[in-house]
């Protein structure tokens, strides 16, 4: 019996939960596979007719879009490749289209990072005699210091926090947990912050507003763009951090591989993009490389 193109990806939505991908995931693949049986045409209601020529029409369709980036271009194709993927696996499909269905170059885009004179300014725009203030400069602090990513942050628990060990337990993509280490500049946050915040017992959400509600991304956005007013930078956002991060953890002296765990990427390639801008020799360990540290570091040896 024949599977329509809509029972599919219902089936492999459903799949997705199995696997324990994150809502975020599940919600990625259901809106461009629904992007995609909107554009095949009514012929091609069962999943057995779809073919190369049309996975290659709606490439097309989508590259010709002014609106879109090359990069949300290849983001909609790679939900795309990987449905039909497993409709080949579990034989809705008699031929394989991914493997001749690549995946279209993107433009690179040029990493953007802070500069140590805007770290500076940024860390030094929190009132920190406010709970409010102490909270912000410590998510800032493990989001620039650690590479975290805003949802990873937001979603801490209090349990998961290490401070005398040195490191976070952060469930990144996929729910996939890993070991993140922080510098000393960010326990110091961490000890200052949780003093101040009573948020309870270890399945607590670390961060929290001074009625102990968890912090939502809406909160975040308010507070980048009072930021951004504050510091009078303007291109200043969470991945910033992030991106910041790590390319000043190489620059320090941190290896890529090192760098790689500590970000939660799958592939060094999404790494090696922070190459380019270091010159310098890499090495392993990390309490040398905190980019905290380091920066306040040199503007109190610059004050000496």
């Keep these: 019996m024949a599977v329509t193109v809509k029972n599919a990806i219902e089936e492999f939505l459903i799949e997705q939960q199995i696997r324990g991908n994150s809502p975020r995931t599940h919600e ?12 095949l045409p009514a012929e091609r209601k069962y999943i057995d007719s779809v073919s190369l020529a049309d996975c290659k ?10 609106a879109l980036a090359s990069s949300t271009v290849q983001t909609y194709i790679r939900a795309v490749r990987a449905f039909l993927s497993w409709c080949f696996e579990q034989r809705y ?12 170059k993107a433009k690179r885009k040029a990493v953007d990072v802070l500069t140590d004179s805007e770290v500076l ?23 620039y210091d650690s590479g975290l990513r805003l949802n990873e942050a937001i979603t801490l628990e209090s349990g998961n926090v290490h401070i005398a060990e040195g ?19 960010s326990k110091k946050a961490l ?38 007013k504050q510091t009078g930078i303007s291109r200043l956002r969470p991945h910033l951090l992030r991106h910041t991060f790590a390319t000043r953890y190489l620059r320090y002296g941190g290896d890529i591989y090192s760098l790689q765990q500590i970000l939660g990427h799958t592939s060094l390639e999404m790494v090696k993009r922070y190459l380019h801008l270091i010159p310098e020799n ?6 040398p490389y905190s980019p905290l540290d380091n920066v306040l570091r040199n503007q109190k040896s610059q004050r000496a």
């Design 191 to 228: 000890l200052r912050y949780t003093a101040r915040a009573a948020t309870g017992h270890d399945k607590t959400t670390l961060f929290v507003k001074d009625n102990l509600i968890p912090l939502r991304k809406s909160t975040i956005t308010n507070m980048f763009r009072k930021l951004k």
């Design 28 to 39: 990625y693949y259901r809106q461009n596979l629904g992007r995609f049986a909107l554009f």
């Design 167 to 185: 490191y976070i337990v952060v469930d990144g993509k996929g729910n996939k947990q890993r070991l993140v280490p922080i510098g000393l500049q």
């Design 93 to 104: 499909l008699c031929q394989n289209i991914p493997e001749r269905f690549k995946l279209p």
């Design 57 to 66: 029409g709606y490439y097309l369709r989508l590259a010709c879009n002014p």
């Design 121 to 143: 300014r940024l860390f030094s725009s929190f009132d920190l005699r406010t709970f409010t203030g102490v909270r912000n400069y410590c998510l800032c602090a493990l989001m």
């Design 282 to 287: 890499l090495v392993v360990s990390f309490a």
